[in-house]
């Protein structure tokens, strides 16, 4: 395997346009070598060494040579995701330690006023921006240079020093806390043991002494919520953890507030919100916190508005869904996709199509859909580096039941083996029982149409397919659910799904 090119192919298509004019920016040559070794290292063939220097240095072969030129591609690699980072850092980051190695420089230079003035610049913004490593780095260098005339007094440098270097520990306790933490969930999650999440939580925070920390740092709640949410999607344990976030959520807002530096934490923080409340089917109280969400993105900063406005999008328009407004879900998702003047990131792109073939889909618009599931022009192997199995076995399900309506029966066989056969090993996984049953009602139907509507078989998928209570059932798990219960009641597949998702709600209101 070759590591340079697996590191390329990480890249999208945008990326690599743009690294190709980075390779160039510095001379123009009719023949640049790096640029083509970046260009064979493109091609969908794995090419052997020996292949590449052949192909490279066709004239004499010139093994030397190639392995100067890769280091010198890997250098401009390196260089071009440093630059595009930079760009795109959101924590400042980035910034301040381009202010440090400036000072760096300064002082190598003897321009000591001018290194002085990026390191107190350097530290305004990393104080700001809670950035208290490289606060420490910027501290150690003042030290470093106080015998310099336009130093700041060496005392109050060294007690700046030792208040924040208390901060910075307080940081690597939450890292290793953090860690900790996300052992003992996945741990539990290996063992399918019940997921008393608070608890592990309060057990490891107690024993690094971060209690009361995670509260008063935005960053470190983050960071925790972060590492819950992803033990519970993977348990889809929805129904505890909203109250949990939520809670965790107005404390910290209450007792000590979010900063402006804390924008990016608080609007994550009130993404994860959203995102519970709609997994629970509180539709509506899922809106009220995307209000919130965008009315702190608005006019802050075009970083946080890049990153959080598709995930805005995506969450509305699954809530308008729900509420009886998809008309309106299909038009926010053509306009993010092919009018909205973003860049959205492959795993945008991806998510923006596979949410606008659904929403075509409950429409009944089958042909729509199917058109905008074609244009994905990569390979479901493609998919899964990026998104994951499990976003590649969803999509796979939506094209199946797709190509059913649009009556295809061949296709539906074809795609049924196609999921059977790669994904085997997560079928037969207790999680992943109701799809593998899935699967064997709809070859049922194909084989018997006319017995679809019959009592025995409504018995035969109710005995197939295992659900505690719906209001317990997983959101996505209903909407195919909702497709099967259509046919058995020959209904529209969109009325069906907003019945259940409304007796769901309402059962799960009267249990409260």
Not at 94 to 110: E, H, K, P, Q, V
Not at 133 to 143: E, K, V
Not at 206 to 212: F, V
Not at 442 to 467: G, N, Q, R, W
Request: proline share 3%; charged share 25%.
């Amino acid at each position: 395997m070759d590591d340079l090119k697996t590191t390329l192919d990480t890249l999208s298509d945008d990326d690599k346009r743009e690294l190709t004019l980075f390779i160039k920016r510095q001379k123009e040559k009719k023949q640049r070598k790096d640029l083509e070794l970046f260009q064979l290292l493109q091609q969908p063939v794995a090419y052997k060494p020996e292949q590449l220097i052949s192909r490279l240095y066709p004239a004499e072969p010139n093994p030397v040579a190639y392995y100067a030129l890769r280091k010198r591609l890997l250098r401009h690699l390196t260089d071009f995701i440093l630059l595009k980072r930079m760009e795109e850092d959101i924590t400042a980051a980035s910034s301040i330690m381009g202010m440090l190695s400036l000072a760096t420089y300064l002082f190598d230079a003897r321009a000591d006023r001018l290194a002085w003035v990026q390191l107190r610049k350097a530290e305004k913004l990393a104080q700001g921006n809670e950035q208290y490593d490289l606060l420490n780095a910027i501290y150690n260098l003042q030290i470093e240079k106080a015998d310099n005339e336009f130093a700041d007094p060496l005392d109050e440098i060294i007690e700046k020093r030792n208040c924040n270097k208390q901060v910075a520990d307080e940081d690597e306790r939450a890292n290793i806390a953090n860690s900790v933490i996300n052992q003992r969930l996945q741990a539990v999650r290996r063992q399918g043991s019940d997921l008393h999440f608070d608890k592990i939580i309060q057990e490891v925070l107690r024993a690094h002494d971060l209690l009361e920390a995670v509260s008063k740092r935005p960053s470190l709640l983050y960071k925790l919520m972060s590492i819950t949410r992803s033990a519970i999607l993977a348990r889809k344990d929805f129904l505890s953890f909203e109250p949990y976030i939520i809670s965790q959520y107005h404390e910290a807002e209450q007792r000590y507030g979010f900063k402006k530096a804390h924008l990016h934490y608080k609007l994550s923080l009130l993404y994860m919100i959203a995102h519970v409340l709609y997994r629970n089917k509180k539709f509506s109280e899922s809106m009220r916190y995307l209000g919130l969400l965008q009315q702190s993105m608005s006019g802050e900063g075009k970083s946080h508005y890049v990153l959080f406005y598709p995930r805005y999008v995506f969450l509305m328009a699954a809530n308008l869904v729900f509420l009886h407004r998809n008309e309106e879900a299909i038009v926010l998702m053509e306009q993010l996709l092919y009018k909205s003047k973003l860049t959205l990131s492959t795993k945008d792109q991806l998510t923006a199509q596979l949410g606008l073939s659904f929403n075509y889909f409950a429409q009944g618009a089958y042909a729509k859909a199917n058109r905008v599931l074609m244009s994905i022009k990569r390979s479901d192997k493609w998919c899964e580096g990026k998104m994951g199995r499990e976003w590649v076995l969803k999509k796979n399900l939506g094209e199946l039941i797709l190509q059913y309506e649009l009556g295809n029966e061949d296709l539906v066989l074809n795609k049924i083996r196609s999921v059977e056969r790669t994904f085997g090993d997560l079928l037969h996984e207790p999680a992943y029982k109701n799809v593998k049953h899935y699967l064997l009602l709809i070859k049922h139907m194909l084989d018997h149409p006319d017995a679809v509507v019959k009592p025995e078989f409504v018995a035969y998928v109710e005995s197939s397919l295992e659900f505690t209570t719906f209001e317990g059932t997983d959101i996505q798990a209903m909407s195919f659910y909702a497709w099967l219960k259509s046919k058995m009641l020959r209904r529209p597949y969109y009325t069906v799904l907003l019945e259940l998702a409304n007796s769901a709600w309402e059962n799960a209101l009267h249990r409260q």
